[in-house]
C-alpha cells in the first residue's frame, strides 16, 4: 500500500470512531499499546468522578453506595466475553504475578501425585520467577522443566501444569490454545494460561479450548492504566476444588463474620485476597467497557492487516539494514505486534522515539511494535516505517545519547 491507500483504508476502516475514544499527544505515533495502553475519555472521566464524588463526599460508603464492593467480580464478569468465559469463572484482583502463583497453586493441588511444571524458557520471566518461588515454598520437590519450542513435547505422566503465554512477549508469535490444551488433557496435565498479550487484541476462546486456568493483564491492550488490577479466570469445574494459598479476608465465605477460622467463598470469590484497589478498578473497568463494544473479529482483522503492513513496509523501504524479523508471517500463529531483532535495536528504538515513533526493546536484540487496532491507523503503520528507514539510512540512531540503557527499555 503506498500512503494515499493508507488512507484510504483509514476512511473505510469500521473501527475508525474508535480512535477519538483515546487521548493521544498530537504527532505521536503509538506503538507501546501493548506494553502501556493509552488513557480513554471515558477512563479520565470516570477516575475524576471516583475522585471527586464518591471517595471526597460518599467516603466509606461509597463500598456499597458506589458499587466498590463488588467491582473484582463486576468486572471479571465484564471480561468474560473478551476471553471466551463464563461471567462467575473470572475475578479482577492484584497483579498478573500474583494471579499466576494463585492459579498455579490452585492447579499443582489438583494434581498432587506430580511434580512437574512444564514452561518455556522464553516464557516472560516473572511467570517462570513465580512457579520458582511457589515449587520452593511448597516443599515438595517441585520442578520447573523449561523448553525451548514445542511445550508438548515436554508432557508426561509426571507433569501436574503446563504454563504457557498465549502470545510471546518477545516475538509476538501465537500458541494454539486448544491443540496445547488438548494434549495436556491427554497427558493428565492442567493447563495455566497467560493472556497479558492477547486480551484485548484478538479473540480468545477459553472455554471453546476447554482451558482450565488463565491470568491476564488489566494495562495493556485493556487500557487498564498503569499499575492496573490483573485478571483471573477458574474453569466452572474447578472451583469447589480450587485451593489457592493466599486466602484473605475477602475470599473468605463470609467477610464480615470476621471469623477466626478461613472458610474459602464459594465460586470465583475465593481467588481474591484483600481490598482492591479502587482508582485502578476504576481506570480499568472504563477500559475494559470500551473494549467490550468493540467487535474482536472486526479488530482482529484490522490488526492482522496492520501487521503484515507493517512488516511489508519495513521488509521492501528497510532492506540492506539488517533487521531480521522475528514474528511469524502465518495469520494463526501472530499476535498483535511485530518483533525485529537487530544488534543495536536499543539505540535504533530510542532514535524512532526521539521521532516520536514509541515501540520498545526487549533484550537482547528485540525491536517490539504493537499494533492497538482500536486507535491505530494504516496511515500511521506507513508512516513509522518510514522513519524506521530514516533513523538507519542516516545512522542517527549511534549517537551517544541513544544507546544509554534506561531503567525501562
Ligand atoms: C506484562 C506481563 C506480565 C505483567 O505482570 P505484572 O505482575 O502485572 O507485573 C506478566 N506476564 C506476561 C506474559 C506479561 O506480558
Not at 463464563?86 to 498478573?96: G, L, Q
Not at 499443582?108 to 511444571?117: D, K, S, T, Y
Not at 490483573?230 to 484473605?248: E, I, T, W
Request: charged content about 25%; aromatic content about 8%; some cysteine.
Amino acid at each position: 500500500m503506498n500512503r494515499a491507500e493508507c488512507l484510504a483504508a483509514d476512511r473505510a476502516d469500521p473501527l475508525r470512531r474508535w480512535r477519538d475514544e483515546f487521548i493521544l499527544p498530537r504527532g505521536r505515533i503509538y506503538l507501546d499499546g501493548n506494553s502501556l495502553g493509552p488513557l480513554s475519555r471515558t477512563g479520565r472521566a470516570r477516575l475524576k468522578a471516583v475522585i471527586e464524588r464518591e471517595w471526597a463526599r460518599d467516603l466509606i460508603q461509597s463500598w456499597t453506595k458506589n458499587g466498590w464492593v463488588d467491582g473484582s467480580t463486576r468486572i471479571g464478569a465484564k471480561i468474560a466475553p473478551l476471553i471466551g468465559a463464563k461471567p462467575a469463572e473470572v475475578i479482577v484482583a492484584d497483579s498478573t504475578s500474583v494471579n499466576l502463583f494463585k492459579a498455579l497453586a490452585g492447579a499443582l493441588a489438583l494434581r498432587p501425585e506430580r511434580r512437574v511444571i512444564v514452561s518455556e524458557r522464553g516464557n516472560f520471566p516473572t511467570d517462570i520467577y513465580m512457579a520458582e518461588g511457589l515449587a520452593k515454598l511448597l516443599g515438595q520437590g517441585h520442578e520447573l522443566r523449561l523448553v525451548d519450542g514445542d511445550v508438548t513435547a515436554a508432557l508426561g505422566p509426571d507433569v501436574a501444569a503446563v504454563m504457557v503465554t498465549e502470545i510471546d512477549y518477545r516475538t509476538g508469535a501465537r500458541h494454539d490454545m486448544a491443540a496445547v490444551t488438548r494434549a495436556a488433557h491427554e497427558a493428565g496435565a492442567l493447563t495455566i494460561w497467560d493472556l497479558s498479550h492477547s486480551v484485548g487484541a484478538m479473540p480468545i476462546a477459553l472455554n471453546r479450548a476447554a482451558a482450565d486456568f488463565a491470568v491476564g493483564c488489566g494495562y495493556k491492550y485493556l487500557n487498564g492504566g498503569p499499575g492496573g488490577p490483573a485478571f483471573l479466570f477458574v474453569a466452572a469445574r474447578h472451583q469447589d476444588g480450587f485451593v489457592q494459598p493466599l486466602s484473605g479476608w475477602l475470599g473468605h465465605a463470609d467477610p464480615f463474620e470476621f471469623a477466626s477460622a478461613y472458610r474459602p467463598a464459594r465460586g470465583i470469590l475465593r481467588a481474591i485476597c484483600g481490598t482492591p484497589p479502587v482508582l485502578s478498578m476504576a481506570a480499568l473497568e472504563a477500559g475494559v467497557d470500551l473494549m467490550r463494544k468493540i467487535d474482536m473479529k472486526t479488530l482482529r482483522a484490522k490488526s492482522l492487516a496492520l501487521t503484515d503492513l507493517f512488516i511489508a513496509r519495513v521488509e521492501e523501504r528497510c532492506a540492506g539494514h539488517g533487521l531480521v524479523l522475528a514474528t511469524p508471517r502465518e495469520h494463526a500463529r501472530r499476535g498483535s505486534q511485530v518483533s525485529f531483532r537487530h544488534k543495536d535495536g536499543y539505540a535504533i528504538v530510542q532514535a524512532l522515539i526521539a521521532r516520536d515513533v514509541v515501540g520498545d526493546f526487549r533484550e537482547p536484540d528485540f525491536m517490539r511494535f504493537g499494533f492497538a487496532a482500536p486507535y491505530l491507523r494504516f496511515v500511521d503503520v506507513f508512516d513509522a516505517a518510514e522513519h524506521l528507514r530514516a533513523v538507519l539510512e542516516s545512522g542517527e540512531w549511534k549517537r551517544a545519547a541513544f544507546r544509554k540503557k534506561r531503567k525501562v527499555t
